[in-house]
């Protein structure tokens, strides 16, 4: 059974950044569609960035493009989501996800526990 361990989250004040990690066992991210999600109070929990499972090409949500990078380091099995120029609007509890598809959430069997990231002044 893959377990996935978030770490990373925090306050920071708007403008500033953040890398999220997730380490894996049980099983090699590398083979598998992975990816962060971000739900926010009172919204669905929706795609930020994912690794597609069928070539590892990388796929980010508007909202993410050119502000977040998400990589993969195969040798430690952790996948992260660097984060700059963060706004107010990118608080919520981050996940990351392994086993699904096109960054849509309902796709994935196995999810962290979650990180809050709270962006205010």
């Known amino acids: 059974q893959p377990q996935l361990v978030e770490s990373g989250g925090g306050l920071v004040q708007p403008g500033g950044s953040l890398t999220l990690s997730c380490a894996a066992t049980?099983?090699?991210?590398?083979?598998?569609?992975t990816g962060w999600f971000r739900q926010a109070p009172g919204k669905e929990r929706e795609g930020v960035s994912c690794?597609?499972?069928?070539?590892?090409?990388?796929s980010y949500a508007d909202s993410a493009k050119g502000r977040f990078t998400i990589s993969r380091d195969n040798a430690k099995n952790t996948l992260y989501l660097q984060m700059n120029s963060l706004q107010p609007e990118d608080t919520g509890i981050y996940y990351c996800?392994?086993?699904?598809?096109?960054?849509?959430?309902?796709?994935?069997?196995?999810w962290g526990q979650g990180t809050q990231v709270t962006v205010s002044s």
């Open positions: 049980g099983a090699t991210l590398a083979y598998y569609g």
């Open positions: 996800a392994l086993g699904g598809y096109d960054c849509s959430a309902e796709t994935y069997d196995y």
């Open positions: 690794f597609s499972h069928r070539d590892s090409s990388t």
